[in-house]
């Protein structure tokens, strides 16, 4: 696991921020985080920051605990933060589930449910009333840190900027002490992996893309592909460079633990001569060895039915992306009649 400087120094990943908007990227390149600055930079910025005038200082005996009773995904929220506390501190931290300690400083995860995390708000002051579902709440005091997620989501998002959050100067290790309420404006956020072209990203450097993207808090990976390799068609993807159905399935569990949602885009009409390039599916076509599918066609819905049945099975999304651009050779073949 890398800092979140070291993350933001890496080419791909100004890549990727740039497909956010040009704007914000070129704030990004104009404006490098200073996490020392009064005004933290944070990345996406949280919709209420509070800066305060000291920090809690880290020590190698600083506690993170994981606040009773513990849910399964929450656990991948507090190693996420131990990764960056390591990365950052060169300390190893442990994660434990018990009560507070009243006379050593610590690092407290939980949600807005825990009773012990609603008497620990309402002391600070801090209001719940218009933090939304994936929100959370990060208070830094030196003697105590506190993050509380309204769900799973919002503890995991509360962590990420607390990790931003993470600094070392000279010897010593510190959180800058600020109060933060957020929430997502909109429920889902995403990019695409471009998977039908070239060398084709591999298992290990999708998963660096899911963690990437989780960090600054993107809950969406679409996947472009052209010819998905299915089961029972060994000519589809024969060709080209894949990642397996079995692999796809293991990454589907892998970007969960990032509250990261793997989308199929399977192009279903036009894009699929890589499936129409073989002889076999050639009757599919609208024209030999062409490009697009043919419309009406009951054999055609019926490989689609089959496409999108096995898909659908390997990423268990509640969405699939059906693609059905650039089209351009409908009308002018089988379909011929139909379009006059």
Not at 235 to 240: F, R
Not at 264 to 280: D, Y
């Amino acid at each position: 696991m890398q800092t979140f400087s070291e993350v933001l120094s890496k080419s791909w990943v100004l890549t990727f921020v740039a497909s956010l908007g040009r704007v914000f990227a070129l704030s990004l390149l104009l404006q490098p985080i200073c996490l020392a600055a009064q005004q933290p930079q944070l990345i996406p910025q949280p919709r209420e920051v509070v800066p305060k005038p000291h920090s809690f200082l880290l020590a190698p005996n600083t506690e993170v605990i994981l606040l009773p009773p513990v849910a399964t995904p929450d656990r991948d929220a507090s190693a996420s933060l131990l990764e960056e506390l390591e990365s950052v501190t060169g300390w190893k931290y442990v994660v434990t589930s018990v009560d507070p300690p009243q006379d050593r400083p610590a690092i407290l995860l939980g949600r807005f449910d825990q009773p012990l995390v609603r008497r620990l708000l309402d002391s600070a002051g801090i209001s719940l009333g218009e933090v939304g579902e994936q929100g959370y709440v990060l208070d830094v005091e030196p003697h105590r840190v506190l993050v509380a997620g309204k769900d799973a989501d919002g503890l995991f998002y509360g962590v990420q900027t607390l990790r931003q959050l993470i600094a070392k100067h000279n010897h010593d290790a510190e959180i800058l002490e600020v109060r933060v309420r957020d929430w997502p404006a909109l429920r889902y956020r995403g990019t695409q992996v471009e998977m039908a072209y070239g060398n084709v990203p591999k298992p290990e450097y999708i998963q660096r893309i899911i963690r990437t993207i989780s960090e600054f808090k993107l809950n969406q990976l679409n996947l472009y592909f052209e010819d998905f390799p299915l089961e029972g068609h060994p000519l589809i993807g024969v060709l080209d460079d894949t990642v397996s159905p079995q692999q796809w399935r293991g990454m589907v569990q892998y970007a969960a633990r990032y509250h990261v949602d793997l989308i199929p885009g399977q192009n279903s009409c036009g894009h699929v001569h890589k499936i129409l390039r073989f002889e076999k599916y050639g009757p599919l076509a609208e024209r030999p060895h062409g490009h697009v599918l043919a419309p009406g066609d009951p054999e055609v819905y019926s490989f689609l039915g089959e496409m999108i049945g096995q898909l659908s099975e390997i990423f268990p999304s509640s969405f699939y992306h059906a693609g059905c651009d650039e089209t351009w050779e409908l009308g002018k073949g089988r379909s011929h009649p139909r379009a006059e």
